[in-house]
């Protein structure tokens, strides 16, 4: 007679929060039949005997869909052919490097009610891999309940596609799928689409990662399409390899405390959502939004940034463009890392007031309507809200689009440091720039300086538009110019307008375009900075050839020579 254990860990049902699944009993993969030792290859099939009913492998045992057994994989890890539908009340995996393939797999209690574990790597190491596809159809299909699958260890559980599913016209209750891992090293990647086909009143959701722990949270790889509902996250790096890997929208944190969490575009990736999405910051928690590769992504829904608690990050890595096209709300502080270049698109910019550091990268405004909207979904016609904005050192701003706006003062740019960059002009994942003019409408304070990047074009150049705002500048104001194209000679290029108050005896330090100098026939050694006439310009002229230096040169000693001859004689 096989006894009777517990399908689930006491250490998982904490990390979890979940209740026991209550599965007849618990059935040992053994393909060696009643030899000693448990695992290795071999066919997973209805009333197949490669089975023990103990974890010694002693015993051999057939299996039967209808018990709805726990299996358990450990001992010698192997290929497992899934023959025809298997089904099982849960797979407890206690070693790494299985691989389960072909046929399909249903996983759900044949009786019970509650919430159930359903697949669990619950120790070993390695990779354990399921490519055959997953149906969840429990038996409880008239209350909420919640189906975990789960990594417990510091490897990786690898999973095709997952149907959440119930059957009878008088199922309710909301049904959760949620993707778990208790080790920060722990990986779960589900390369499959999530899909439900619900029946009666029940409701779908996904939920990703332990909302219990600050840290240990795993990561999640979803490479597939979620048609499963909105996904609530409590935690962990979620790399997105579609647009809906995230279903409908998101929530992270929505209640209680909440894990470090960083949602990445892995790819090219344009996540939508018809849901308003939010994330929270919180004190326990770090939470990143971005992208994590050289490519370019976007998030398009709306995103709420709200909560407590330390800034939220806005990320692109090195070679990567991130744009966040949605109407952004929300008081929570954010900041921008990575070295790469994040954007914000939304037409007449965002409604949220926290404040914006930018650390590292570039950091984008590029809304092209400067329109303020009072009321729920408000805008600020500001691309960054209304917050103040600061530009620490080697962090960039740049754009074509507006920051300020005179319905509110708030929303100031300050630069920290010599080496923060300003870099008016649109660019691409690349850090290749484009010329354009970046509106300022609630003013400028540079008083430790700063390091500016323009690119002209024959008469074209970007600008630095600050409307009716101050403009305050102190140490070194450096300029550095690109062209594009031409170099314009003997007319000045306007680098700042406005009509405000400007101030300030900084150091200009001027780096012209390439075969081009400062024309010291203009203003003072080549430009004009003029507080009161509003007026900072420049003008170059081109560094003559060597040709041309070498004639003067000649030209220069033969006269020497017909003056010295002059004197002598």
Known sequence: MRSKIAAVVGTVLALSGVASVHAANTLYWDSNGGADGVGGDGVWQGAAGNWASNSAGT?????????????????????VGISGTVEAGQLSF???????SGGAITLGRAAGTGSATLINFANGSGTNTISSPITISDSDNSGAATYTLINNTAGTL?????????????????????????????????????????????????????????????????????????????????????ADSLGTGFTVGSSGSVGYTSILTNGAVAVTGTN???LKGKSTADNTIGGATADDSSFGMNIKFSGGGSSIHLTAAAGGRVEFGGTNQGAQPFNKI??????????????????????????????????YKTGSGGTSGSATGTGAVTINAGGALGGTGYIGNS???????????????????????????????????????????????YDLDGSSIDGLDLGASALALGGTATFNFLSLGTVTTGTPYSLVSGTGTWSGSP??????????????????????????????????????????????????FGLLRRSRRNICC
């Open 338 to 371: 990575g070295s790469g270049v994040v954007a914000f698109t939304a037409t007449a910019g965002n409604g949220f007031s926290g404040t914006v550091a930018i650390d590292n990268g570039t950091l984008l405004a590029m809304n092209t309507s400067n329109t």
């Open 407 to 453: 319905n509110y003062a708030t929303a100031t740019v300050a630069a920290a440091a010599a080496s923060s960059i300003i870099t008016p002009g649109d660019m691409n994942k690349s850090g290749v720039s484009s010329i354009g003019t970046l509106h300022l409408y609630n003013g400028l304070t540079a008083a430790d300086g700063a390091t500016f990047y």
């Open 507 to 556: 150091t200009f330090v001027f780096h012209a375009p390439t075969g081009y100098q400062l024309d010291s026939a203009y203003g003072t050694g080549g430009y004009v900075w003029d507080t009161s006439a509003h007026a900072l310009s420049v003008q170059f002229a081109a560094v003559p050839e060597p040709t041309t230096l070498a004639a003067c040169g000649l030209l220069a």
């Open 94 to 100: 206690n070693a790494g490097g299985y691989t389960l």
């Open 59 to 79: 015993t051999t045992a057939s299996w039967a869909n209808a018990n709805r057994d726990t299996a358990d994989f450990r001992g010698t890890a192997g290929s």
């Open 158 to 242: 690898t999973l095709g596609s997952i149907a959440l599913t119930t059957s009878g016209g008088s199922a309710s209750g909301a049904k959760t799928l949620t993707l778990a891992a208790s080790n920060a090293s722990g990986t779960v990647i589900v390369n499959g689409d999530l899909t439900k086909g619900l029946t009666g009143t029940a409701s779908a959701s996904l939920a990703i990662g332990n909302a219990s722990s600050s840290t240990n949270n795993g990561t999640f790889y979803l490479n597939g399409s979620s048609g499963i509902g909105a996904t609530s996250i409590g935690g962990g790096t979620i790399y997105l390899g579609k």
């Open 276 to 278: 308003f999405s939010e």
